[in-house]
């Protein structure tokens, strides 16, 4: 059969789905356009072509890492038609043809080892480690650029963009013209940040591979690297900005929102105090200020009309700034609403220029940094390690104080390691330098290659120095792997699915709806399909290298069966444990995260996608991670829009990745 005849057969089974299974009013992306037959099968005819023509060039490139490097640039012209024919998104027959004929171009010019648009700019695209999906971004290249002459390295701008609700891949690569125009002396990035999350989980995680990839293959000074954005992409903006600060030359936030209770005004109607504990607390994953602190180490200019509601995330993070003795640097747009005013933009541009001639301060000589979770754990020559507990506010404010001496004070601190580069010039070779931690005096020499490296730990109330790396034995909640359940899909995942019946048909029912929801979510939200394996299918190189979402029972899942005596749970065919609470498994399951005991470097996660809903898709506000490292549903309750069924418990696991002392109770 036709892959074309395949794709329209997909087509009607997506209609027959959704009358049965109907998505809420503010579902994204949007129902598509109907279009003709005769075009309907004209660009399936396209996109088959080129994807013969992609596999091809995967055969005859394979050889030639640098050319095989580039095939994302081709095959992000596939996906952008494809997809809409296969899921029946918004479409343009003008775009989508003209996006094939760019595809089949550059596929042309690979196989003949030409790559112009490298030096172009236009359209460019990646793989993401996440899910292997491809990911577009638009780029814009200095007017000066010429790969054949070395140069100095040039300053970098990312522009994250707002919101759109059929910004599709085809329409982001197709809406602003095959190159953006030249910007002067630097270049610039749009990413599409996984089309519509305000650059967060997933997106943000594009950001980091972008630039990654960037300086792979373009002359980038990494400490001239400026964040910017408006609207959605101002909330992106000020999320990017407070959460890594460290790696910019400044940022620029234009409106958008910086947390979620007061934009959402969630006081109003008593919404704020019936939310669940554990909500209350997911919220300093996302929440701007409760980073305040983080911007005495960056530069930011905070922008809005003067007439935008908008406005009010500066006001906000105004507020928190000036509560650790910060000033925010604002500038207005005079007399406007939601938009950037030419005099007020070209101020703002002037003021950015500025900050990155002067360029990131690599070695600071003071840190302040404060976090709630390791999964923001850095801030320069500062790297904590391990918190006495998480979603309480860490801090930690270290000074090099001479040429022999590092002052740190911290909070809610239970590790953390000080590395001072080499190319600092701070300490010389060999120097003995006293590390005085919250008053007590512990003593690292430096190395003349690596500089000063030293590892730290509380034990017993009292800092230890330890060897390198020594921090890192034992299970703990740790950078990387500390949860909650989203945490899991910001680096490599495999969905695992049960392979035999669940212990009842209530949870196998449940079970099947899940595992779809959370595969055409992440496909509907986050723009990838994800790698899916049955249980009897999973490799050791799987488990190396992946975190694993399992679903079903330890009686259905084949993987599950095999660690489920090394998880801190125990569910049998007659019931579910959790501490000292009893639920029946007739009608109950288990969603957590836990490390993989079989890899305790990566995660398991029983039950779940990403925890935010269909609900949660109306405000990029609401996206948010909405469980925390564990939960028992009661089956008995169906899942919808915001609930994968009833939460009967849920919590969050030590800093050992234990139960606390409630036991599952909650508070």
């Known amino acids: 059969m036709p892959s074309s005849i395949k794709r329209s057969l997909v087509f009607l089974c997506v209609l027959c789905v959704s009358a049965v299974n109907r ?6 992306p949007p129902r598509g356009n109907e279009i003709s037959a005769a075009d309907r099968q004209s660009l399936g005819e396209g996109v088959d072509a080129l994807a013969k023509q992609i596999e091809s060039l995967k055969l005859t490139l394979k050889n030639k890492p640098d050319l095989l490097a580039l095939l994302p640039d081709v095959e992000i012209y596939w996906k952008a038609v494809d997809w809409p024919l296969r899921y029946h998104e918004v479409i343009d027959v003008k775009k989508a043809k003209a996006a094939l004929a760019r595809g089949v171009e550059r596929a042309g010019q690979l196989a003949e080892g030409k790559t112009p648009w490298v030096q172009a700019g236009g359209v460019r695209a990646y793989v993401s480690k996440i899910d292997g999906s491809i990911q577009p971004y638009l780029l814009a290249m200095p007017k000066d650029y010429n790969p054949a002459k070395k140069s100095a390295p040039y300053r970098l701008d990312f522009f994250f963009h707002g919101r759109g609700e059929t910004l599709t891949e085809l329409n982001f690569i197709s809406g602003k013209g095959e190159a953006p125009p030249a910007t002067g002396d630097h270049f610039s990035v749009q990413p599409y940040g996984r089309y519509c999350c305000a650059n967060k989980f997933a997106g943000e995680i594009d950001t980091l591979e972008i630039l990654d990839q960037m300086k792979r293959q373009y002359p980038i000074d990494e400490n001239r690297v400026i964040v910017t954005g408006f609207s959605m992409g101002g909330a992106a903006c000020w999320h990017i900005a407070v959460h890594y600060a460290d790696l910019w030359a400044a940022a620029s936030p234009g409106a958008g929102f910086a947390e979620t209770r007061q934009y959402q005004k969630m006081d109003k109607d008593g919404e704020w105090d019936a939310l669940p504990w554990y909500r209350k607390q997911l919220m300093h994953l996302y929440d701007c200020p409760d980073y305040a602190r983080n911007l005495s180490m960056l530069p930011l200019i905070a922008y809005a009309g003067t007439d935008d509601p908008q406005q009010q995330s500066g006001d906000v993070m105004q507020k928190a700034m000036e509560e650790v003795g910060l000033k925010l640097e604002r500038i207005y747009g005079p007399n406007v609403g939601h938009k950037y005013e030419p005099g007020a933009k070209k101020e703002l541009d002037s003021r950015l220029n500025a900050y990155a001639a002067i360029g990131r301060n690599v ?11 390791l999964r923001y754990n850095h801030m320069h020559w500062i790297q904590i390690e391990g918190l006495e507990k998480h979603w309480e506010r860490a801090r930690v404010d270290a000074e090099i104080a001479g040429a022999e001496l590092i002052n740190i004070k911290t909070s809610n601190v239970s590790s953390l390691i000080v590395d001072v580069p080499a190319s600092g010039g701070v300490f010389g070779p ?4 006293t590390v005085n931690i919250d008053g007590q005096k512990l003593e690292v020499t430096s190395n003349n290659a690596k500089g000063l490296h030293g590892a730290f730990a509380k034990i017993d109330g009292s800092w230890k120095s330890l060897a390198q790396n020594a921090a890192a034995d034992g299970l703990r909640k740790r950078p990387g792997l500390q949860g909650p359940i989203d945490d899991a899909f910001l680096d490599s995942f495999i969905i695992v699915k049960p392979s035999r019946p669940a212990i009842n048909p209530k949870l196998e029912a449940w079970t099947k709806h899940e595992v779809d929801y959370a595969s055409n979510e992440w496909r509907r939200i986050f723009r990838g399909v994800p790698r899916e394996k049955n249980d ?6 799987d488990i190396a290298e992946s975190n694993l979402v399992l679903f079903g029972d330890p009686s259905s899942n084949a993987v599950l069966a095999k660690i489920a005596d090394k998880l801190p749970i125990k569910w049998t065919g007659q019931t579910i444990t959790l501490g000292e609470r009893t639920y029946p498994a007739a009608d109950h399951a288990v969603i957590m995260i836990y490390p993989n005991p079989q890899n305790p470097k990566k995660y398991v996660v029983l039950n779940s ?6 609900a949660d898709h109306k405000t990029n506000s609401r996206q948010i991670a909405k469980l925390p490292d564990y939960a028992v549903v009661d089956l008995n309750t169906p899942p919808d829009d915001s609930v994968p069924g009833g939460i009967v418990s849920a919590g969050f696991f030590d800093e050992m990745w234990k139960l606390q002392k409630d036991d599952g109770k909650g508070k």
């Open 430 to 433: 060999g120097a003995v330098v």
């Open 23 to 28: 998505l809420p009013a503010a579902s994204i």
């Open 609 to 614: 996608g990403f925890t935010f809903r269909q």
């Open 363 to 373: 070695v600071p000589k003071q840190v302040h940094f404060e976090t709630w979770t």
């Open 536 to 541: 009897h299918e999973l490799t050791e190189t």
